[in-house]
């Protein structure tokens, strides 16, 4: 069989479209920077249409901006699986979005879209043909990324000895713990008019955070082993593409979670915006079985770290709790948790939870909101709440209370689960205020005193027109949910 390169092309294009493009843009060579997740597929064939070699691989490859790369791969082949390798090369970029990627037997043609977050690539050479593609990795994936039920599928061949016999079409499920087990694999295989089914579990690993590359050993219940492959493509871990092997058998392919990604069930506690829970912030998890019914407020001061049966930790630390019911939970982050990503476990009673990967900014404010009009938490002149028919006016100082503020200067010690220090606590990050897109005069946005994880805003009402507008607060260039403050001029 002829030599196969992981990363060669084909795709042959005519000249450059010249039709006007609405909405066009341009390519250039530094459209693929970065690492990206790239999987490939070579086939050798005779003259006669048969099979004689295949070549499958997954991996990793790194664009310098300037036409060169580097990669790293892991490859199946119809003679051996699991083999490692690396190859570098260079690339070159037109205007139009095409180009070429060479290697030592290259150059071979390229095709790149989604703005330089994907390419296309394909080629032949010595009787066999290629294809490939490619998608930006996440920059930073933890072994809790992988969690929940993926659906997946695939597409493969079959062997007796080295010889091909047969493809075959992959679909099934796979559940992951966030903590390093697949708890279930389920799939189903079609080749020719065979179908085989395969029930399996094992273990798996993120082999680094910077690189979201990881593999799985699964068995099944015969005691067949399928090592697997796998490149994290999506930040929040939705999806990933995988190449696995088999009893003379060889597949690669895309899953996706069958739900919703467990990481987009831990949100900021007042906008209920994935993503958005930095450290000292109110926070909330959604899910099932999280604690006892019907739920349980804390009520005291520090708050507890077990409420009822529910405990939270966030790496291990645990996480002051405000409530806990079976199917939200309410805690505050904890103030020295490092931004990035975090691995997120619940345990009601003597059950954990999967794991799961949520991110953690330095600063991230969500505004709290009240009744059914998204009207935020706003406290008039003389202590009245904002409302329909209880406006602030122009001029008026307001005070409006929010979460994720982030670092802040103490007026005293600051500690996780208990109140927050009285006086004078400002965030230390660069932050604005604006009603209906008026810049307000900000007087303060800091720690509400006496309080967890509250923060307030003190400005005072723009000039706007009478009636209910958008109120936004921006800290360290993250604006928060839009909630309405009700003004009379």
Same mark, same amino acid.
């Given at each position: 069989?002829?030599?196969?390169?992981?990363?060669?092309?084909?795709?042959?294009?005519?000249?450059?479209?010249?039709?006007?493009?609405?909405?066009?843009?341009?390519?250039?060579?530094?459209? =693929? *920077?970065?690492?990206?997740?790239?999987?490939?597929?070579?086939?050798?064939?005779?003259?006669?249409?048969?099979?004689?070699? #295949?070549?499958?691989?997954?991996?990793?490859?790194?664009?310098?901006?300037?036409?060169?790369?580097?990669? *790293?791969?892991?490859?199946?082949?119809?003679?051996?699986?699991?083999?490692?390798?690396?190859?570098?090369?260079?690339?070159?970029?037109?205007?139009?979005?095409?180009?070429?990627?060479?290697? %030592?037997?290259?150059?071979?043609?390229?095709?790149?879209?989604?703005?330089?977050?994907?390419?296309?690539? +394909?080629?032949?050479?010595?009787?066999?043909?290629?294809?490939?593609?490619?998608?930006?990795?996440?920059?930073?994936?933890?072994?809790?990324?992988?969690?929940?039920?993926?659906?997946?599928?695939?597409?493969?061949?079959?062997?007796?000895?080295?010889?091909?016999?047969?493809?075959?079409?992959?679909?099934?499920? !796979?559940?992951?713990?966030?903590?390093?087990?697949? *708890?279930?694999?389920?799939?189903?295989?079609?080749?020719?008019?065979?179908?085989?089914?395969?029930?399996? @579990?094992?273990?798996?690993?993120?082999?680094?955070? +910077?690189?979201?590359?990881?593999?799985?050993?699964?068995?099944?219940?015969?005691?067949?082993?399928?090592?697997?492959?796998?490149?994290?493509?999506?930040?929040?871990?939705?999806?990933?593409?995988?190449?696995? @092997?088999?009893?003379?058998?060889?597949?690669?392919?895309?899953?996706?979670?069958?739900?919703?990604?467990?990481?987009?069930?831990?949100?900021?506690?007042?906008?209920?915006?994935?993503? =958005?829970?930095? %450290?000292?912030?109110?926070?909330?998890?959604?899910?099932?079985?999280?604690?006892?019914?019907?739920?349980?407020?804390?009520?005291?001061?520090?708050?507890?770290?077990? #409420?009822?049966?529910?405990?939270?930790?966030?790496?291990?630390?645990?996480?002051?709790?405000?409530?806990?019911?079976?199917?939200?939970?309410?805690?505050?982050?904890?103030?020295?948790? %490092?931004?990035?990503?975090?691995? $997120?476990?619940?345990?009601?009673?003597?059950?954990?939870?999967?794991?799961?990967?949520?991110? !953690?900014?330095?600063?991230?404010?969500? !505004?709290?909101?009240?009744?059914?009009?998204?009207?935020?938490?706003?406290?008039? %002149?003389?202590?009245?709440?904002?409302?329909?028919? !209880?406006?602030?006016?122009?001029?008026?100082?307001?005070?409006?209370?929010?979460?994720?503020?982030?670092? $802040?200067?103490?007026?005293?010690?600051?500690?996780?689960?208990?109140?927050?220090?009285?006086?004078?606590?400002?965030?230390?990050?660069?932050?604005?205020? *604006?009603?209906?897109?008026?810049?307000?005069?900000?007087?303060?946005?800091?720690?509400?005193?006496? =309080?967890?994880? #509250?923060?307030?805003?003190?400005?005072?009402?723009?000039?706007?027109?009478?009636?209910?507008?958008? #109120?936004?607060?921006?800290?360290?260039?993250?604006?928060?949910?839009?909630?309405?403050?009700?003004?009379?001029?």
């Amino acid at each position: 069989m002829a030599k196969l390169w992981l990363f060669s092309v084909v795709f042959t294009l005519g000249h450059a479209f010249a039709q006007p493009q609405i909405g066009g843009g341009t390519c250039s060579t530094a459209s =693929l *920077t970065g690492n990206y997740a790239a999987t490939f597929t070579g086939r050798n064939v005779s003259s006669s249409g048969t099979f004689t070699g #295949l070549f499958q691989s997954i991996g990793a490859v790194n664009f310098d901006g300037q036409g060169n790369f580097t990669s *790293t791969y892991v490859v199946n082949t119809n003679s051996v699986a699991g083999q490692t390798g690396k190859a570098n090369g260079t690339v070159s970029i037109s205007s139009n979005c095409s180009g070429t990627i060479t290697f %030592p037997n290259g150059p071979y043609n390229l095709v790149v879209y989604n703005q330089g977050k994907s390419y296309l690539s +394909s080629g032949a050479d010595n009787g066999s043909t290629y294809t490939s593609t490619g998608t930006v990795l996440p920059a930073a994936c933890l072994t809790a990324s992988l969690s929940g039920v993926y659906a997946f599928n695939a597409n493969g061949y079959v062997f007796s000895g080295t010889s091909i016999t047969g493809v075959s079409a992959v679909t099934g499920l !796979i559940q992951f713990d966030g903590q390093g087990n697949v *708890t279930a694999a389920n799939w189903s295989m079609t080749a020719g008019t065979t179908t085989t089914t395969v029930a399996a @579990s094992g273990t798996y690993t993120v082999n680094s955070p +910077s690189s979201c590359l990881g593999t799985a050993t699964l068995a099944d219940t015969k005691g067949n082993a399928y090592p697997l492959s796998f490149a994290i493509t999506n930040a929040t871990g939705a999806d990933f593409d995988l190449l696995a @092997s088999g009893p003379q058998l060889t597949f690669t392919g895309t899953a996706h979670n069958a739900f919703l990604n467990p990481s987009q069930s831990v949100s900021n506690g007042a906008s209920f915006k994935a993503g =958005l829970t930095p %450290p000292g912030s109110i926070f909330s998890i959604f899910g099932e079985n999280l604690g006892a019914a019907p739920g349980a407020d804390a009520g005291v001061l520090p708050l507890p770290g077990t #409420l009822e049966s529910a405990h939270v930790t966030v790496n291990g630390e645990t996480a002051p709790l405000f409530y806990a019911g079976p199917g939200q939970i309410n805690a505050q982050m904890p103030i020295n948790i %490092p931004p990035g990503l975090a691995t $997120v476990v619940v345990t009601n009673g003597t059950t954990k939870s999967n794991a799961v990967a949520a991110n !953690i900014p330095e600063a991230a404010p969500g !505004i709290f909101i009240y009744g059914t009009g998204n009207h935020a938490v706003v406290i008039n %002149p003389g202590g009245a709440t904002n409302a329909n028919g !209880i406006p602030a006016h122009v001029g008026d100082v307001v005070v409006a209370y929010f979460t994720g503020g982030g670092p $802040v200067t103490a007026s005293g010690p600051w500690t996780t689960g208990d109140a927050s220090p009285l006086g004078s606590s400002p965030v230390t990050s660069s932050n604005s205020v *604006t009603v209906n897109g008026a810049a307000a005069q900000v007087q303060y946005v800091g720690l509400s005193g006496g =309080l967890v994880g #509250l923060y307030q805003a003190n400005f005072v009402v723009p000039q706007v027109t009478a009636g209910n507008h958008p #109120l936004v607060i921006t800290v360290n260039g993250v604006a928060s949910n839009s909630a309405a403050i009700t003004v009379a001029e």
